[in-house]
């Protein structure tokens, strides 16, 4: 888990960039709800046996479920291996109890924690694991009834264990399901932005191979008549290959649809301006801060500085509509272009978990796969920050 450090004027903000701040707080919000669920369920045991076995017979059975719950609690470490340990333990505490003539087992409590263990497993291990843990809990169940044979019928520890089980399979289930296909529309997304950048790169490299074209066919025109331009005329094909190549580079790793022919031209300075201006009219006042000169920017870095300020406009929009002031700070440095859209609205739980969606992760892939860096993230002062800083290639001089 990668975690960036995000500075501005309110300081500094260490922040989660593949859950983000919500998702810490959710999951330890979800572990003190199942600690405090283990509790109640070893509690509710103790009541019961000591009615009817008394509370010494609930000693064996109880350390081993207080076991198998601290297992569920750890289970993020490595479930694979958690899991087969609090089966292990499931299993060999059904045995002792059978033999030991103790009350059956798993009580309610390891069977919560099996649950647990069962359903973290299903939905996060590869298939055959995540099976096996499965089949593991299973054996679990069909072990207890075995143990309380030869009483009639299915056993009451039978059947709570049996319904805890075919809850965490399909609890564990559907969320894999979920997982699967959020992770399917992250990387159509990442695609989908990787297309539309080498689109616009593919326009860059084609300038400068018609260039190349048109100064080759001029050489072969002048070669005869005036060979004392030949020498200028090759200096300009391979400054302009120089230059074709340099954006080619950074093409590689982008995949690009063939049909791409006719594209709108990558938004500039004219059209940020415009944007602000739409989004001030729409909602809180925005301010812009530009450099007086751009023109000299490679177009895809031109697209992306339009594209970053879109889609963080857009959030505030969103998520953050009582935001009094957006600041969008544009500023090129000897080699590279940083880009901040700031607001100041009150810091909100909800904020961090709805600020991670889809248009981050485009956001992202488009300023990493020109080299470049994103950090955002809730700001120390208050407000939300995105940050964004973009090298700028060096040209070849003429």
Request: net charge positive.
């Amino acid at each position: 888990m990668s975690v960036s450090s995000l500075t501005d004027p309110g300081g500094t903000v260490p922040v989660d960039r593949s859950r983000g701040l919500g998702g810490v707080t959710n999951r330890l919000a979800t572990d003190v709800a199942l600690g405090g669920a283990f509790l109640l369920a070893i509690v509710v045991e103790i009541v019961a046996l000591a009615d009817s076995w008394g509370v010494r017979y609930w000693l064996f059975g109880g350390a081993a479920a207080v076991v198998v719950c601290l297992l569920a609690l750890l289970r993020r470490w490595h479930r694979a291996w958690l899991a087969a340990a609090g089966l292990t333990v499931a299993a060999l505490t059904v045995l002792v109890a059978r033999l030991a003539h103790l009350p059956a087992e798993p009580g309610p409590a390891m069977a919560l924690a099996l649950a647990v263990l069962v359903g973290a497993a299903v939905r996060t291990l590869p298939r055959v694991p995540a099976g096996a843990v499965a089949a593991g809990g299973l054996g679990i169940v069909v072990g207890s009834q075995i143990a309380a044979l030869p009483a009639p019928g299915i056993a009451p520890v039978t059947s709570l264990a049996g319904l805890a089980w075919l809850t965490a399979v399909a609890v564990g289930l559907s969320l894999r399901l979920v997982d699967v296909r959020r992770q399917a529309t992250v990387e159509k997304i990442r695609q989908d932005e990787r297309l539309e950048l080498a689109r616009e790169l593919h326009d860059v490299v084609t300038h400068h191979i018609t260039g190349i074209v048109l100064q080759a066919q001029a050489a072969q025109l002048v070669a005869g008549r005036q060979p004392e331009k030949v020498p200028g005329t090759l200096a300009g094909i391979e400054s302009a290959g120089s230059e074709a190549l340099a954006a080619m580079r950074r093409v590689v790793g982008l995949l690009r649809d063939a049909a791409d022919a006719e594209l709108a031209s990558p938004g500039g300075t004219e059209q940020l301006s415009a944007l602000v201006d739409r989004f001030t009219r729409q909602g809180p006042p925005a301010r812009l801060r530009m450099p007086e000169r751009t023109d000299d920017w490679p177009p895809e870095v031109a697209s992306t500085v339009y594209r970053i300020v879109q889609e963080a406009l857009t959030n505030v929009a969103r998520h953050a509509p009582h935001a009094r002031a957006v600041t969008v700070t544009v500023e090129q440095h000897d080699a590279e272009v940083t880009v901040q859209v700031v607001d100041d609205a009150s810091p909100a739980p909800a904020r961090y978990g709805h600020r991670g969606g889809y248009g981050l992760v485009g956001m992202r892939e488009r300023v990493e796969s020109l080299g470049g860096d994103l950090r955002v993230g809730p700001r120390s002062a208050g407000g939300w920050s995105v940050l964004a800083t973009l090298p700028l290639p060096t040209r070849t001089n003429r």
